[in-house]
């Protein structure tokens, strides 16, 4: 990438395609009387046609140069294999689509301005949305001497403003006009429209992205294998693959079956409730299967303290505080956590969800055991398991014991004592049976 030389300092736009900045496109220009270049960063979901397309629209909306960035290898390392470790979810429900990219595609913009010489940066996000502060927050960390505009945000334009703009001097439409705003990436697709503005309805069936018409005619089930090391995917139905290519293909597999569509409604980062549709065939089926894998491999505990961990990791994904110290404080407990899940999931894809048949690893704790749950013990005898139900159930026994003495206490002198005798004469009772012998009071104790 060389600067470039036209009269004036060049802004760098964070371009999409979408309505908002192909609106920024001519308008940054004619304002500023600047060249705008457009990057596109591509953190998935962008092949060959649809990179010709974008670089074609830019240079007909007239953007002085344009540049696409691939950097999904970079969005994997750094985010989502980290998510997937995590199985983190916003809600129980969003796999975090889209917000997981804006910090690398933030990184991007600011290294490409650099590159070239420019001064200013800008991006389409509105004051409505999370987009904004990821952004802000990752170009003020990381290039704090940048100038960063954001017209649609500071000017507060609306989408019917822009497509007007946009048809009065004729220049190109994105393919959903106004109608929707389209954010797509290797992680999966969200939907936003006129019905996520509430929360009464779904989206129309023509909105969908990868999963439009899923329903309408019936699929056969497929079966297929998915491998794992050290907790991030490594093959599909047995052929080994990079991360990137295996996430893509996953999702074409699995987008035919709807597989990860939803609606997600959470908080925003700004306070707000906020609604959108979401399509994550990949993420879904990745995230369900090494939930399942870590089931076999990983103790109760190391799955608890995961988890506490986890959850707001995720928080701070979306929040756009990727470069917060502590995500890497948390991504090193994930990692240490992730030494032995590994292993094969096997899976049924069928219309609408993917179900795990079966999982298999090396590090099997079931494996490892001799006992066979529900059928037979292994390395203790029947007389541990009645010793430790009966260890077990003492915090309840002193529980309803203490309340039994309390309502004792609040009756009259003599039903109290006479309840303590009463319970004393009980607990030498079961005492005594506990310790029938002397192989049994050894089990008990």
């Known amino acids: 990438m060389q600067p470039s030389n036209a009269h004036g300092a060049p802004i760098v736009l964070a371009y999409s395609g979408g309505l908002d900045t192909s609106f920024l496109i001519p308008w940054l220009a004619e304002h500023h009387q600047r060249p705008v270049i457009t990057v596109t960063v591509d953190t998935g979901g962008i092949d060959a046609a649809a990179a010709a397309t974008l670089r074609e629209r830019a240079s007909a909306l007239g953007a002085h140069a344009h540049h696409q960035v691939d950097a999904r290898s970079d969005y994997f390392e750094q985010v989502l294999r980290f998510l997937i470790m995590g199985n983190v979810r916003r809600g129980q429900l969003y796999p975090l689509c889209v917000g997981a990219e804006r910090v690398m595609q933030a990184q991007t913009i600011a290294r490409v301005a650099r590159q070239l010489g420019a001064p200013t940066v800008a991006h389409g996000c509105t004051a409505a949305g999370n987009d904004q502060v990821r952004f802000e927050v990752a170009l003020r960390t990381l290039a704090p001497a940048l100038e960063v505009l954001a017209p649609v945000r500071d000017r507060a334009f609306k989408r019917?403003?822009?497509?007007?703009?946009?048809?009065?001097r004729a220049l190109p439409l994105p393919p959903f006009g106004a109608a929707y705003s389209i954010n797509r990436g290797l992680w999966g697709v969200t939907i936003g429209g006129q019905e996520t503005l509430g929360s009464g309805g779904s989206i129309p069936e023509s909105a969908w992205v990868l999963s439009r018409g899923a329903f309408e005619q019936s699929r056969a089930p497929e079966h297929h294998r998915l491998g794992f090391e050290r907790g991030?995917?490594?093959?599909?139905d047995g052929q080994a693959l990079p991360a990137v290519e295996l996430i893509e293909?996953?999702?074409?597999?699995a987008a035919p079956f709807a597989i990860g569509r939803g609606i997600h409604l959470g908080d925003t980062i700004i306070g707000t409730k906020g609604r959108v549709a979401f399509e994550a065939p990949a993420a879904e089926t990745l995230l369900t299967a090494h939930?399942?894998?870590?089931?076999?491999?990983?103790?109760?505990?190391?799955q608890r303290v995961k988890d506490l961990v986890a959850a707001p990791y995720g928080d701070l994904v979306h929040e756009g505080q990727l470069l917060d110290p502590v995500c890497r404080d948390i991504e090193a407990l994930l990692l240490s956590s992730q030494l032995r899940v590994s292993g094969e999931v096997r899976l049924l894809l069928r219309p609408g969800s993917v179900f795990i048949e079966g999982v298999d690893s090396p590090y099997s704790l079931m494996?490892?055991?001799?006992g066979v749950y529900g059928e037979a013990a292994g390395e203790w005898s029947a007389l541990d398991a009645l010793g430790f139900s009966r260890i077990v159930a003492l915090s309840g026994l002193f529980h309803r014991r203490a309340g039994e003495r309390a309502d004792a206490r609040a009756g009259d002198p003599a039903g109290e004592r006479a309840g303590d005798r009463s319970t004393r004469a009980g607990d030498g009772e079961t005492n005594a049976g506990a310790s029938g012998g002397g192989h049994r009071a050894a089990g008990a104790a």
Do not use: D, F, N
């Open 291 to 302: 939930r399942e894998l870590e089931k076999l491999v990983l103790t109760a505990r190391q």
């Open 249 to 253: 293909r996953l999702e074409q597999l």
């Open 160 to 168: 019917a403003e822009e497509l007007q703009y946009l048809q009065q």
């Open 232 to 236: 991030e995917p490594a093959s599909l």
């Open 367 to 370: 494996a490892a055991s001799k």
